[in-house]
Structures are given as C-alpha cells and as structure tokens.
C-alpha cells in the first residue's frame, strides 16, 4: 500500500518510513502540512496518511479537516502522530476527520498494528464500492428490461441497445440472468399438431 508520512521531525520521519518500508509498503513523505496537503490532492495520493499533529504550516488536524471538505476524498484513511493525551484534544483530532492516532513516541507494534487496521478499513470500503457498482449495473439492466422493447411481429427477435436483431431466448438469459425451456402452449399445439392435440383431448376427457 501507498502511505504518506508527514512529519517535521526528522528522526521521527526516517524511523516511521523505515518500519513501513519494512512491511513491504510504498512510502511517501512530507516534512509539513502544506507539502502534506499539495501531496494528497495528486491524482496517485496515497489512501493511508500519517502526519504529525503540530507541523509548520498547517498541522495535522487542519489537513485532515481539509481532506474531509474536499470531493472525492472520502475513502482516505487519516492517523494522527501526537504527544497529546487529554481526552478532549484526542475527540478534536477525531472530530476534525481522522480515523485514528498514535501517541508520541510511538510504539513500533502499535503502529504496525494501527496501519493494519486502516489497510483493513480501506479494503472493505473498496469491496463495498464494487458492490454498489454491481448493483447499480443491475439495476440499469432492470430498468431497461422494463422499458418498451423493440419485437418482430413475425420471427419474434427483439432489437437490443446495439441495433442488433437477437433470439428472444438469448437477449433474456444475458440481461435478465434467466435460461429460458422450450414448450407449446395449447394454442399453438393444437394449430401446428391438430392429430396430437386432438388425440391428447380425448384421452384427457377418457381418464
């Protein structure tokens, strides 16, 4: 995973890039909230950030508020680096838009196991993404099916979204997820086999 680490410490900042570089992830970093802030509006931003709570600049929380306000920057995941422990300035950072923190200095096993979550977190919105889009594609193919479908009054081929004659049968099981088994209704039955039909009638009225 993609990761920004923004940090103006700079030995803070090297020992975080080298645990995550360590678990195999791809590490971007920030030395303030400006360059934090420039880095997450890019097209290839990361989705996991780490950013100091003071920066020069702007900190942390003010990023964070920022990423919030912003479009399309809603599945960004946001951890907060602080040396805070006072309840209520650890609800403003939360408040402000970030999902989690870590206290400074931090704890390599927690860190590990924060980003973890977060990789979890981004994991399963994405899954959920590709879920509603699922179910969006389902429902255009519903809404079409409902529509008025262009038919053939003689062979009975239906004229598709692509100006294309097809078998009633085939545009069905494609668009509505149906296999469709072939049989006569009685009218038919008795027009093209009259000998059967009527056969068939007689036997039913003997029984």
Known sequence: MRILVAEDDNSTRIALIAVLKRLGHDVISAVDGEEAWRKLQQADAPKLAI???????????????????????????????????????????LEAGANDYITKPFDEGELIARVRVGERVLELEQQLRNRVTELEEAMAHIKFLQGILPICMFCHRIRDDEESWRRIEDYLEEHADVQLSHGLCPQCFEKHYPEQFHKAQQERSTN
């Open 51 to 93: 950013m100091d709570w003071m920066m020069p600049g702007l900190t942390g929380v003010e990023v964070c508020q920022r990423v919030r306000s912003a479009p399309g920057n809603g599945s960004r995941y946001l951890i907060l680096l602080t040396s805070r422990s006072e309840k209520h300035e650890i609800v403003e950072g």
